[in-house]
């Protein structure tokens, strides 16, 4: 567990590196242009660095063998695993990521003005001078399923521990069991309920 929290702080310490100081350049300052290398830089590594929701699957599947396995925890729950859950991951979303990054460099583009704060994919698909039909299909497709699948597996693992926990007896045994997952079912709302509020976007902060 503290593995997989090791990597999420990793995350999020890489995002922030990624987006803040360049936003911070933008805002304080009266040139807002960025470069169109350092656009698909940014948006690339943006992209790999969204493996948040395998990570809460991983840890997922830990609380469930916590819970309703606990003698085996260690036996399943191996640092061999954890590499290996970690390692198929980064090679995912890494893929994933240079997909994208190569299809939206392929565009041709209308115009120069970024409707978001940093190069995201959904703003630069806008200034396509043409629809980007092949981008469109595999943000439904591929995209969906890379972030829904993990969702769908985080599901189903608190759907078999919900179960066990409605087969305890033992108050002790019961507050245990949901000490254990409070702090991981409030990162999962977090994650989720942010990827369903990032709809909106921002007025045009950037100039290619």
Not at 140 to 158: C, K, R
Not at 179 to 199: F, G, N
Request: aromatic letters at 12%.
């Amino acid at each position: 567990m503290y593995f997989f929290l090791s990597q999420l702080s990793f995350i999020d310490i890489f995002l922030t590196t990624i987006i803040v100081p360049q936003m911070l350049i933008h805002t304080l300052s009266v040139n807002k242009t960025i470069s169109f290398n350092h656009c698909m830089i940014q948006l690339f590594f943006f992209l790999v660095m969204g493996r948040e929701g395998h990570l809460l699957a991983a840890m997922a599947y830990g609380s469930y063998v916590a819970i309703c396995d606990p003698l085996r925890y260690f036996a399943i729950i191996s640092r061999c695993l954890c590499l290996r859950i970690t390692l198929t991951s980064w090679v995912v979303v890494s893929l994933n990521s240079l997909l994208y990054s190569v299809l939206v460099t392929r565009l041709t583009f209308c115009g120069n003005q970024v409707t978001h704060f940093f190069c995201d994919i959904t703003p630069l698909l806008k200034l396509s001078c043409t629809r980007p039909v092949v981008n469109e299909m595999l943000i439904f497709t591929e995209g969906v399923a890379v972030v829904v699948s993990p969702f769908l597996f985080i599901l189903g693992s608190y759907a078999r521990i919900g179960v066990a926990i409605a087969c305890m007896h033992s108050v002790a045994a019961l507050r245990k069991a949901l000490s254990t997952c409070s702090s991981h079912i409030l990162a999962v709302l977090l994650l989720y309920a942010s990827v369903c509020l990032c709809t909106h976007v921002p007025p045009a902060l950037l100039q290619l």
